[in-house]
């Protein structure tokens, strides 16, 4: 079959990317947003011939502020909103901005939630009672055309808000089952509040659509990010009980994870609810489809997280303390991608096939077309296996030199037991270039159609700046780029290594020492 997700344009074409997720980058706000830094950051990727840019899903963070445990399958993080976007539509004004100039450093997530609900109050106040008639018919437009996410996020968002921000699990019954009754009284005390998040959605929307296409401009391709599941505590599962692996009281009958592995003795516990694939079977899969459809509204190719869990997933008794104990039970296969495919077309997806991967996973992977991902550092330490070292690999596969689960190279390096780096330096032998930049010319020159690294090793960074260890759930998703140091990055040498591994965009790009027209990254203070 051709699944025309690694076409012929697509093999034809080696790319090159930056791993880094919005928040990541500097702000005045405390947090990377939508506004004139990101439209910079995808100015100077274009400039060092970078053709691709990777982030982490874009849903509104719940449980320790993860992007992998949203509020929302569908909906944007208002978190990401830019203030000074708002400002230049007029929906904030000078004033809201001034004396805001949060510093440099890790994210204060209760700091930003706290502040970014405040601007955005204030600019829907100010947009309720000053925008203009096309204005409104754009914001009733959007509303109309993503009314089958948009009404439940809303009304989940507002619900929250009134019940303290517990989980809907801790709401009361008549709300929880969704007694039509409830819900009718509940949306009309609450319109005004669901039409708050709602005008964040749409706002949200705006900017990433504008953020989306100066991308495109510059012929930097932007690549998502899909968790597989979704968490308990989100409008999905609330709205779609019937889509999930639930007891008669609405509570998780097995939750997700993965057996004991390379990052936890103990296996990762995540806590999602499972599917009940019979069901999303006999709805022709619809919700699947309506996800990859919004997903390919924001970014040009998906990367599917756990993409294993489509062949088996592990099942973990609901109340085990760890993923320990548990059994693999069977998933949709291929049948929901070649289903989705009839409606939606071609979909380009990358599989996050890393962790315990059996002939039925590769078989499944072998039959979509999809390229695979291969991490460096699992070929020299910790993991260790053949398969990620670059003489093993096919031209459909995503390199990286690390993922956000990773330590930074640096940090990695530092932590190889001797006789492991011996192996390493069989392999890699040592040019001075240090192992970050190593990993990334490894990396740059294999014959994998992408060749990936994060920010952090292009900062040539230590463990300080690690984005995520499993297993844990406090501090991570907080690390962010200083200008400093994106200013004082080595973008030459990035380019030089795009031209020399014919990894380089071909379409025009801004001259170097051309100003953006959205602001600078690159000033070191």
Known sequence: ???????????????????AHITSLPSRFGIGDLGPTAHAWVEMLAQAGITCWQILPLGPTGYADSPYQCFSAFAGNPNLISPEALLADGWLSADDLAGIERPDGPVDYAAVIRLKSQLTDRAYDRWSAEAPAEEREAFEQFCTDQRDWLE??????ALKEVHGQRSWQDWPEALRCRH????RQARGELAERIRRHQFRQYVFDRQWSALREHAARLGVDLIGDMPIFVALDSADVWSNPELF???DHRRPRFQAGVPPDYFSATGQLWGNPLYDWSAHRATNYEWWAARLRQALRQVDWVRLDHFRGFEAAWHVPAGDMTAERGEWRQGPGAQLFHTIQRRLGPLPLIAEDLGVITPAVDRLRGELGLPGMRVLQFAFGGAVEDRFLPHHYDRNTVVYTGTHDNDTTRGWFDSLAAEERRYYRRYVPDAGEGPAWELIRLAWSSVAAWAIAPLQDVLELGSEARMNRPGTTQGNWRWRATSRQLAEADWDRLAELNQTYQRGSSSPTPRRDEPSRHGSLGHAE
Do not use: T
């Open 1 to 19: 079959m051709d699944f025309g997700v690694m076409s012929n344009s697509h093999l034809g074409r080696r790319q090159s990317g930056i791993l």
């Open 152 to 157: 439940d996020v809303a009304f989940f968002l």
């Open 180 to 183: 039509p009754e409830a819900l």
């Open 245 to 247: 692996l639930l007891d």
